[in-house]
C-alpha cells in the first residue's frame, strides 16, 4: 500500500520559516492535503489541493508538490502553530485515503 | 454553519461489537461524502473507512475490512460506524468528517470531536 513519510519533529524559531516534508513515490501526480491538529483537538485542514488555503487560514501557510516531496512552508512562525502536521492523499491506484505519519511542529 | 458530533464511544471488551453515530447538520447530508477517521492514543491519524453520498459505494482501510461496516441514514443526516471482532489496537478516538468537495480526492474540511471507543478485558 501506498505509503507517505514525514519526520517526526521539526523546530523553529518564532518569526522564522518552518517546513514540513511529505515523501511519498511519485506524489508529484497525487493531490496533497495538509492538517493541523492541537493538542485535545480535532484536525484542521490547513492546505487542500497541494497548495490553495481553505478561508481562515493565514496567507504563511503555503503548500507545494514535486517528484517525491510534498512541502507544507509555514512563514514568520508563532507560537500558535505549534501543533501536529499531518499529509493526506487519496492513491488513486488502490482506492484507499492515506494519512502520513505526522511532523510535530515545536516553536522554540 | 456546518456541525458533525459524534456519539457511541464507549469501552467494550475485547471481540465486542460497538456502533458509533455522526449527526450532521448545517449542510445537505445527502449530497456528501462521508468519512470516518480514527486517532489512537498518542498515534497519527489513521482512514477507517469512507461512504458515497447515495450510499452505494464503501471502502474500507485493510486493517478494518470485514469487521467494521459504515452506513448512512440520509432521513436522520446520520453516519455510523458499526465496529465488531474489536480487539485492542482498536482503541482510539473515532471522527467522523466531511470533504470540501464531492469527490475522493478532496480534502477534509468539516471535522467532529470525535468518541472515544476502548476495547479492553
Known amino acids: 500500500s501506498y505509503v507517505l513519510t514525514q519526520p517526526p519533529s521539526v523546530s523553529e524559531a518564532p518569526g522564522q520559516t518552518a517546513k514540513i516534508t511529505c515523501v511519498g513515490d511519485?506524489?508529484?501526480?497525487?493531490?496533497v492535503h495538509w492538517y493541523r491538529q492541537r493538542p485535545g483537538q480535532a484536525p484542521v485542514l490547513v492546505i487542500y489541493?497541494?497548495?490553495d488555503r481553505p478561508s481562515g487560514i493565514p496567507e504563511r501557510f503555503s503548500g507545494s508538490n514535486s517528484g517525491n516531496t510534498a512541502t507544507l512552508t509555514i512563514s514568520r512562525v508563532e507560537a500558535g502553530d505549534e501543533a501536529d502536521y499531518y499529509c493526506?492523499?487519496?492513491?488513486?491506484?488502490?482506492?484507499?485515503?492515506?494519512f502520513g505519519g505526522g511532523t510535530k511542529l515545536t516553536v522554540l | 454553519e456546518v456541525q458533525l458530533v459524534e456519539s457511541g464511544g464507549g469501552r467494550v471488551q475485547p471481540g465486542g461489537s460497538l456502533r458509533l453515530s455522526c449527526a450532521a447538520s448545517?449542510?445537505?447530508?445527502?449530497?456528501?461524502?462521508m468519512y470516518w477517521v480514527r486517532q489512537g492514543p498518542g498515534k497519527g491519524l489513521m482512514w477507517v473507512a469512507r461512504?458515497?453520498?447515495?450510499?452505494?459505494?464503501?471502502t474500507y482501510a485493510d486493517s478494518v475490512k470485514g469487521r467494521f461496516t459504515i452506513s448512512r441514514d440520509d432521513g436522520k443526516n446520520t453516519l455510523h460506524l458499526h465496529m465488531s471482532d474489536l480487539r485492542a489496537d482498536d482503541t482510539a478516538v473515532y471522527f467522523c468528517?466531511?470533504?470540501?468537495?464531492?469527490?475522493?480526492?478532496?480534502?477534509?474540511?468539516?471535522w467532529g470531536q470525535g468518541t472515544l471507543a476502548t476495547v479492553s478485558s
Open positions: 493526506q492523499i487519496w492513491d488513486g491506484s488502490s482506492d484507499l485515503t492515506v
Open positions: 461512504i458515497n453520498s447515495d450510499g452505494a459505494t464503501t
Open positions: 448545517g449542510f445537505i447530508f445527502s449530497s456528501h461524502w
Open positions: 468528517a466531511r470533504p470540501r468537495c464531492a469527490s475522493k480526492s478532496c480534502g477534509l474540511q468539516y
Open positions: 489541493d497541494d497548495k
Open positions: 511519485g506524489i508529484g501526480g497525487k493531490v
